[in-house]
């Protein structure tokens, strides 16, 4: 017996976080890399946000332990939110903020999970949710999707991957790694499908709401579907629309008991998310939200400059998403052609691993999201390195041979 528990053997590092560590390793050693592997805004986080962050310091709001859940204003700002944006009404009894969205999922499936329970994963999906469920004890379950479908699940597969062990679907829209959003009517399919199976849990990870592109509306689970309102946990959090990644505050509203459990979990674990980044969520949510747009309109420029010069590159494809910062190409024309170094691509990760060696563009194999052979790109960079990197692609792919 080894020291270290079962369940760790279960589990990976997470790619996407590898990918970053990588690629500021190179630049720290002065390689030319750009890197486009991590799903942050590189945008600042707004200044009325800052500014209201320093002056809970000075007025000693910063020093104490809060409410291990989350302090009241943050709750009650959360609530307005949810009503506000998502037409959904939750107590502050229903409210629980965490540390970063990571943390909020984690524990939902740590306080529900018993072993042998399934939970659906529409695939490609952000690499952390199986390695959540495996350490959970549970199993993960993919559901398949196409390219052709706009990577969205059809409500044929998901009635299909249903069974009496299904205790969650975790559903990501916008989704990471694909942008793929669902409309309106595509929600309403999937939701039709879980009304018909009241013991499958709808855990929404709706990170990605405020980024969307040409006029798509966002809808949420349980706002398009009221049935589905006593059985979903609607996660959310500040750190994508008010580029906040390194204050790491997530919430989620959802049925009390489980709240309750997620809130002992953090009692007995990490106790309350720093006192500073939730006072600065507060000005997040109920401040000014109209740097979202401008934002958003610089997004979508990037996202339409990937999509061009990318669909341009030999052996590679990619689909136009609606929402977040990520386009998922394909790059399978390029399996089985041979890379600079003589090194002959047989997956994504050879893929990735030749691209940064040849031209120093750092971007996350398919492989851990689950549908290969593809890469993720997260386009949250200045727009001219975008461009050169688009660029350097072009040319890695232009020269395999
Ligand atoms: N969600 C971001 C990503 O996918 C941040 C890194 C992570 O936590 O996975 O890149």
Same mark, same amino acid.
């Given at each position: %017996?080894?020291f270290?528990?079962?369940? $760790?053997?279960?589990?990976?590092p997470?790619?996407?976080?590898?990918?970053?560590?990588?690629?500021?390793?190179? +630049?720290?050693?002065?390689?030319?890399?750009? =890197?486009?592997?991590?799903?942050?805004?590189?945008?600042?986080t707004?200044?009325?946000?800052?500014?209201?962050?320093?002056?809970? $310091?000075?007025?000693?709001?910063?020093?104490?332990y809060?409410?291990?859940?989350?302090?009241?204003?943050?709750?009650?700002?959360?609530?307005r939110? /949810?009503?506000?944006?998502?037409?959904?009404?939750?107590?502050?009894?229903?409210?629980i903020?965490?540390?970063?969205?990571?943390?909020?999922?984690?524990?939902?499936?740590?306080?529900?999970?018993?072993?042998?329970?399934?939970?659906?994963?529409?695939?490609?999906?952000?690499?952390?949710?199986?390695?959540?469920v495996?350490?959970?004890?549970?199993?993960?379950?993919?559901?398949?999707?196409?390219?052709?479908?706009?990577?969205?699940?059809? #409500?044929?597969?998901?009635?299909?991957?249903?069974?009496?062990?299904?205790?969650?679907i975790?559903?990501?829209?916008?989704?990471?790694?694909?942008?793929?959003?669902?409309?309106r009517?595509?929600?309403?399919?999937?939701? &039709? @499908?879980?009304?018909?199976? #009241?013991?499958?849990? @709808?855990?929404?990870d709706?990170?990605?709401?405020?980024?969307?592109?040409?006029? /798509?509306? /966002?809808?949420?689970?349980?706002?398009?579907?009221?049935?589905? !309102?006593?059985?979903?946990?609607?996660?959310?959090?500040?750190?994508?629309? !008010?580029?906040?990644?390194?204050?790491?505050?997530?919430?989620?509203?959802?049925?009390?008991?489980?709240?309750?459990? %997620?809130a002992?979990i953090q009692?007995?674990?990490?106790?309350?998310?720093?006192?500073?980044?939730?006072?600065?969520?507060?000005?997040?949510?109920?401040?000014?939200? &109209?740097?979202?747009?401008?934002?958003?309109?610089?997004?979508k420029?990037?996202?339409?400059?990937?999509?061009? %010069?990318?669909n341009?590159?030999n052996?590679?494809?990619?689909?136009k998403?609606?929402?977040?910062?990520?386009?998922?190409p394909?790059?399978?024309?390029?399996?089985g052609?041979?890379?600079?170094?003589? +090194?002959?691509?047989?997956?994504?990760?050879?893929?990735?691993?030749?691209?940064?060696?040849?031209?120093?563009?750092?971007? @996350?194999?398919?492989?851990?999201?689950?549908?290969?052979?593809?890469?993720?790109?997260?386009?949250?960079?200045?727009?001219?390195?975008?461009?050169?990197?688009?660029?350097? $692609?072009?040319?890695?792919? =232009?020269?395999?041979?």
């Amino acid at each position: %017996m080894g020291f270290l528990a079962d369940r $760790i053997l279960r589990i990976k590092p997470s790619a996407t976080i590898a990918v970053t560590d990588k690629a500021r390793a190179l +630049k720290a050693a002065g390689r030319d890399v750009i =890197g486009l592997g991590a799903g942050e805004p590189d945008f600042d986080t707004p200044e009325n946000i800052k500014e209201a962050a320093i002056k809970a $310091i000075r007025d000693g709001k910063a020093s104490k332990y809060t409410a291990v859940d989350g302090i009241p204003e943050l709750k009650a700002a959360i609530a307005r939110k /949810f009503k506000r944006e998502n037409e959904l009404s939750y107590k502050p009894s229903q409210i629980i903020v965490g540390t970063g969205g990571k943390q909020v999922l984690y524990n939902a499936l740590v306080a529900t999970i018993n072993p042998g329970d399934e939970v659906l994963i529409p695939a490609p999906y952000w690499v952390s949710y199986p390695d959540m469920v495996l350490l959970a004890g549970g199993e993960p379950v993919p559901v398949a999707t196409t390219m052709e479908s706009g990577f969205k699940m059809k #409500p044929e597969a998901l009635e299909r991957a249903i069974t009496p062990k299904t205790k969650w679907i975790i559903f990501n829209s916008p989704s990471n790694p694909t942008g793929a959003a669902y409309t309106r009517a595509e929600l309403k399919a999937v939701t &039709d @499908v879980l009304v018909r199976h #009241p013991h499958v849990h @709808v855990m929404s990870d709706d990170m990605y709401e405020h980024l969307v592109y040409d006029d /798509f509306e /966002f809808f949420s689970p349980a706002q398009l579907e009221p049935q589905l !309102y006593e059985r979903t946990l609607t996660v959310n959090g500040v750190s994508k629309a !008010y580029c906040m990644t390194g204050w790491r505050i997530g919430y989620a509203g959802g049925p009390e008991p489980l709240i309750k459990a %997620m809130a002992m979990i953090q009692s007995q674990s990490t106790s309350n998310p720093t006192a500073v980044a939730q006072w600065a969520a507060v000005e997040a949510l109920d401040g000014p939200q &109209d740097f979202i747009p401008k934002h958003n309109k610089i997004f979508k420029e990037r996202r339409d400059l990937c999509v061009s %010069m990318l669909n341009q590159a030999n052996g590679i494809r990619c689909p136009k998403p609606e929402g977040a910062f990520y386009v998922y190409p394909s790059c399978g024309g390029t399996i089985g052609k041979v890379a600079p170094t003589g +090194k002959k691509l047989a997956t994504d990760e050879d893929f990735v691993t030749e691209l940064l060696e040849a031209e120093g563009v750092a971007v @996350v194999q398919g492989a851990p999201f689950g549908w290969s052979p593809a890469f993720r790109i997260s386009y949250a960079t200045a727009t001219t390195a975008l461009e050169e990197a688009c660029a350097r $692609i072009q040319r890695f792919c =232009g020269n395999l041979k």
